[in-house]
């Protein structure tokens, strides 16, 4: 599924008039994290280009997807969240 949503992205670039408009490594990423969801990873690719206009970078790179989607915090085995007080 992941080539079929790369090339989902490149073909959507190119009727936009703009083919380069993403690289390489973010077409994948993006269908990477989609989980095989065509709508998803359009989103994801929608809320780069958002992005990258308010930037006004000339081409949108994994970079900024992961500045924009971080990865979450790993909790560290063996110490818990607080837990919140239960109200009544």
Not at 19 to 28: C, F, I, K, S, V
Not at 58 to 82: I, K, M, T, W, Y
Request: charged content about 20%; aromatic content about 4%.
């Amino acid at each position: 599924m992941k080539p079929q949503l790369v090339e989902l992205l490149q073909e959507s670039a190119k009727r936009a008039g703009n083919p380069g408009l993403m690289n390489a490594e973010l077409a994948e990423t993006l269908a990477e994290h989609a989980a095989g969801n065509p709508r998803v990873m359009m989103n994801l690719a929608a809320e780069c280009l958002a992005v990258g206009v308010r930037k006004e970078v000339a081409q949108l790179d994994a970079g900024l997807f992961f500045e924009l989607f971080p990865a979450p915090n790993v909790q560290v085995a063996g110490r818990r969240r607080p837990v919140a007080a239960a109200t009544r």
